[in-house]
């Protein structure tokens, strides 16, 4: 077995490497929202690119297990947003999730189409070109976080906002 030398490696590691800095995120609203995409495109501070799962059916047979591949599972997409001032990106996410589901009477929006939202991440590469984009389909914020505040931190306020994908799509799967 030969040893690789790090000229090896850089030389197999294309472009450098893809940089976990280096994303845009875009949060698209439904139009009773009337949210700002771009302002909301600066201010997601982290996010993750999207997992699947493929479930697994065991079909027993004479004492051995087939295992088959089931249903395909979508996991949640977490982005951690800071806050401004103004409040705008939460305010906005407040106003979309309670159009879903009301604070005070539990009524609510009834047709998806209604409050289902795309949403995209890109993994961009050092020039600013897009390396691998991701569409999520059929999102909405399942859940909206806490923002922490007290005297011992200087901070700049943050919060994270859980969303709900039906799928996801990207350059490999459509």
């Given at each position: 077995m030969a040893i690789l030398g790090i000229d090896d490696?850089?030389?197999?590691?294309?472009?450098?490497?893809?940089?976990?800095?280096?994303?845009?995120?875009?949060?698209?609203?439904?139009?009773f929202v009337g949210g700002d995409v771009e302002l909301t495109?600066?201010?997601?501070?982290?996010?993750?690119?999207?997992?699947?799962?493929l479930g697994e059916l065991a079909v027993p047979f004479r004492g051995r297990?087939?295992?088959m591949a089931g249903a395909r599972e979508f996991g949640d997409w977490t982005t951690t947003i800071i806050n401004d001032t103004d409040?705008?990106?939460?305010?906005?996410?407040?106003?979309?999730?309670?159009?879903?589901?009301?604070?005070?009477?539990?009524?609510g929006l009834s047709n998806t189409n209604d409050y289902f939202a795309d949403m995209v991440i890109e993994q961009l590469d050092r020039d600013g070109s897009t390396l691998k984009r991701y569409?999520?389909?059929g999102?909405?914020?399942?859940?909206?976080?806490?923002?922490?505040?007290?005297?011992e931190s200087e901070a700049i306020e943050e919060f994270e906002c859980t969303w709900t994908v039906q799928y996801w799509e990207s350059n490999t799967t459509s």
């Open positions: 490696f850089k030389s197999k590691l294309t472009g450098g490497g893809a940089r976990s800095t280096l994303y845009k995120a875009t949060v698209n609203y439904p139009s495109s600066f201010l997601v501070k982290a996010s993750k690119l999207p997992d699947s799962t297990t087939l295992k409040f705008k990106i939460r305010n906005d996410l407040e106003k979309w999730s309670n159009a879903i589901n009301e604070h005070s009477a539990n009524t569409d999520f389909r999102c909405w914020p399942k859940a909206i976080a806490e923002i922490a505040v007290g005297y």
